[in-house]
């Protein structure tokens, strides 16, 4: 596993500018991504690359997700959600 991709990744994660998408994606990152394979990383890396209101809206169900973003990293992060905020710590304004 590259260190120096992971660490990119996490960081990605974590600083969004939109707080609830800092605590959804920076926890899945933080807790999950040195579990998740090549190919899932890469799927990982594909929607952090999109906006966050867009992005957010998937993973709560507000909006539906487009075809090409649908998949198991999809449906791994719309799980943790629901645990999202055990990952709340001091540095996230808890």
Known sequence: MDDT????LKYRAN???FREADI????FADRHLEQL???QLDEFERLIDQEDQY???WIVGREPTPEQFEGEVMDLIR??????HTTI??????
């Open 89 to 94: 710590g001091a540095h996230r304004g808890a």
């Open 5 to 8: 991709r992971l660490k990119m």
């Open 37 to 39: 394979s090549p190919a």
């Open 79 to 84: 799980t943790f959600r629901f645990f999202a």
């Open 55 to 57: 992005l957010y809206a």
């Open 24 to 27: 959804i994606l920076g926890g």
């Open 15 to 17: 600083h969004r500018g």
